[in-house]
Each structure stands twice: as structure tokens, then as C-alpha cells.
């Protein structure tokens, strides 16, 4: 099975030999490739709609895989029993609801050694999360398809001092590697930062806020890092 440049960025970090759990996995595309490559050994399905998790059956039946993976229908990890799994991956939601769904379930978070990300929103509160709770990134890699730029991050078991706010934002580990689409990354979050403030300066409360000096500040750091 072929995956897009998402999902195999995705497929790049996940354990050799490991045993799989991709919540919210939608149609099973990254399970079932990884087992049928062999990278994997065991992966489980998960989904909360009927719809996906019909598609995810459909999936692994097609890919004659019914014995190596499941697909479960649950919100979460809920479907999840510790110890069931080494890796859980969750990819295509907002950094913020992976971080609920990983908390609401520390029997099942601490039973695993990775957790591998693909978050679509707020990267910097997720990252800071993970080593706030005595993990942190031991890899990071950047995708693009159908023109967007997408963030993976790979996080494991371990106390480690946690990165400046202005790397939590790029990536420590991807400031680190400087990847060929870092810089398109960074002019992203350029981007983004500029569009709040433009949004802010209608209102003369709002430039006269905490936040806007803090968005300010974070665009003449990320601009400073363009060069390298």
C-alpha cells in the first residue's frame, strides 16, 4: 500500500518491530502499511465514527491483514488497554485534543515507550506539554502535500530540560536537522503570526495588549532565525 507524503513521513518514525495503536485512524491506511511492510507487528484501528471504522474494516479485509491488525470503534484510547500496545500515533487532529486524549488515559499513556504526532494546530502548546510531563522529542520531520507543510514529532519516555519558547514554536529537533522545507516552515509561522496582528490592529485595545507585544516579539524571533 502507497501512502501519501503525510502518512509516510508519519510511517517514518514509528518503531521497527513495535506494537501499533493509530487513534483516529480513519480508513487504517498507516496500520495496514506498516504491517504489510512488516515494520510493524500488531496494530490496532481506532475511530470513533461508525463511518471510518466501517471503512477501516473494509481496509484490512482488503489487505488480507484480519489476523495482524484490529479496527475498534472509541472515543480516544478508549478502546485501548494498557499494556496492549508499545506506540500509540495520532495524526490529523489539533495539538490541543491530543493532549485530551493522551490525559485522559495515563494508564494507557504510561504503558507505552512512543508517542508519535501529527498535530494540525497549536504544535507549540503540544510540544511544551510533552516535556512539561517528563517526556520529549527525539524526532521531528516535516511533510509537504497538496501545498501544505505538515509537522511529525516523535516523543519518548524521559526527563529532558525543556526548549526555549521560540524552538518549542519551530521544532527543536527540526532547528536542529535543518530540514530542506524548514525554511518554508518558518515562513509559515511567519505568516501566521502576522496575520494576528493584522487582525489586532483594528482595535486600539488590542495593540495595547500583552498579546500583541507577544506575537510581535515572536515574529521578530522567528524572522531572526530565517538565517542560518
Not at 471504522?53 to 482488503?62: G, H, M, P
Request: with cysteine; aromatic share 4%; net charge negative.
Amino acid at each position: 500500500m502507497k501512502l501519501d507524503n503525510r502518512l509516510a513521513a508519519i510511517a517514518g518514525l514509528i518503531p521497527k518491530g513495535c506494537r501499533l495503536a493509530d487513534i483516529g485512524s480513519d480508513h487504517a491506511y498507516l496500520p495496514c502499511a506498516l504491517v504489510g511492510a512488516g515494520q510493524v507487528t500488531h496494530a490496532i484501528a481506532t475511530d470513533k465514527n461508525e463511518g471510518p471504522y466501517e471503512a477501516a474494516k473494509r481496509t484490512i479485509q482488503d489487505e488480507d491483514l484480519i489476523d495482524q491488525v484490529e479496527a475498534r470503534l472509541g472515543d480516544g484510547l478508549a478502546p485501548i488497554k494498557p499494556g496492549e500496545v508499545d506506540v500509540l500515533s495520532i495524526s490529523g487532529m489539533g495539538g490541543n485534543l491530543m493532549q485530551e486524549i493522551l490525559a485522559a488515559r495515563p494508564d494507557v499513556l504510561e504503558s507505552v515507550g512512543t508517542v508519535v504526532l501529527q498535530p494540525q494546530n497549536a504544535a507549540e502548546e503540544l510540544r511544551g506539554w510533552i516535556y512539561d510531563r517528563g517526556w520529549h522529542i527525539d524526532e521531528e520531520e516535516l511533510a509537504i502535500e497538496d501545498d501544505r507543510i505538515y509537522t511529525i514529532l516523535r516523543a519518548v519516555r524521559g526527563k529532558r530540560e525543556k526548549p526555549a519558547p521560540i524552538l518549542l514554536a519551530v521544532g527543536p529537533i527540526l532547528w536542529e536537522k535543518k530540514p530542506p522545507l524548514l525554511r518554508e516552515h518558518m515562513e509559515q509561522l511567519i505568516f501566521s503570526c502576522r496575520r494576528v496582528l493584522t487582525g489586532m490592529e483594528g482595535s486600539e485595545t488590542a495593540k495595547q495588549s500583552k498579546k500583541y507585544r507577544d506575537m510581535q516579539q515572536r515574529m521578530k524571533e522567528l524572522e531572526a532565525h530565517l538565517t542560518w
